[in-house]
């Protein structure tokens, strides 16, 4: 069963905190994606990378970073928690337009992180 | 930037009701994504619409694609409490990565 796993279902940090999320897949995408949920704004694209050592800012990246040295792992660096920064967080990972007929994104099942 | 807007917020109908919500863009799409999130979950992919005026269909799901590509649908025919939860459309112009829209969170009353 293909997938995309998140290191973590829950975390609680404190104000000023580096963070790191973690994602993993299993699938050889190319295409790797994280988003935050909040209630009433849906998802949010925070930063995306469509290669390895590739990444590309999306339209909330401010106070995140990302890091994708492999393939198949694509990691969200939260540089110093704030409050703001309390949600869920979904990485998501997809292949390459024109390799199949299909390129849905495959979700993780998210992180709900706590900044305290 | 590209936009995606959904209506409705909630909808809330009696079991064996039919459902329907709907997606529009701001840009001419090159495809939009449909995708369900039950409560607790994460977004699953549901299907994808390429073609101008496409229509497909998944048991009791229809999905539409307008004439224009920038308008879709999702309808539910003869609702069920399964059915329950939020349903995304998802916009892509080229090779851009998805945009979003906030999504229909269905109740359904049994």
């Known amino acids: 069963d293909v997938k995309v796993t998140q290191s973590s279902r829950y975390l609680v940090k404190r104000t000023g905190e580096k963070v790191f999320l973690e994602c993993v897949q299993d699938?050889?995408?190319?295409?790797m994606f994280w988003y935050r949920q909040d209630p009433g704004l849906g998802l949010r694209l925070i930063y995306f990378?469509?290669?390895?050592?590739?990444?590309e800012k999306g339209d909330i990246p401010e106070g995140y970073s990302v890091s994708r040295e492999k393939k198949e792992r694509f990691s969200l660096i939260l540089e110093s928690a704030s409050t703001n920064q309390t949600s869920m967080y979904l990485c998501?990972?997809?292949?390459?337009?024109?390799?199949?007929?299909?390129?849905?994104?495959?979700f993780g099942s998210g992180t709900r992180l706590t900044v305290v | 930037g590209q936009q995606v807007m959904q209506i409705p917020q909630y909808q809330h109908v009696q079991e064996g009701e039919d459902f329907t919500t709907y997606c529009n863009s701001s840009?001419?799409?090159?495809?939009i994504q449909w995708y369900k999130q039950r409560p607790g979950g994460h977004p699953v992919f549901l299907i994808q619409?390429?073609?101008?005026?496409e229509v497909k269909k998944q048991k009791r799901l229809t999905f539409q694609f307008g004439e224009a590509k920038k308008n879709s649908s999702l309808h539910i025919t003869a609702t069920q409490t399964t059915d329950v939860g939020t349903y995304f459309c998802?916009?892509?112009?080229?090779?851009?990565?998805?945009?979003f829209g906030k999504g229909t969170r269905l109740s359904v009353i049994a």
């Open positions: 998501a990972s997809s292949p390459n337009q024109g390799k199949t007929a299909n390129y849905g994104y495959t």
């Open positions: 699938m050889d995408h190319e295409n």
């Open positions: 990378s469509y290669d390895v050592k590739m990444k």
């Open positions: 840009t001419t799409l090159s495809n």
């Open positions: 619409l390429v073609k101008s005026g």
């Open positions: 998802a916009g892509q112009s080229g090779n851009t990565p998805l945009v």
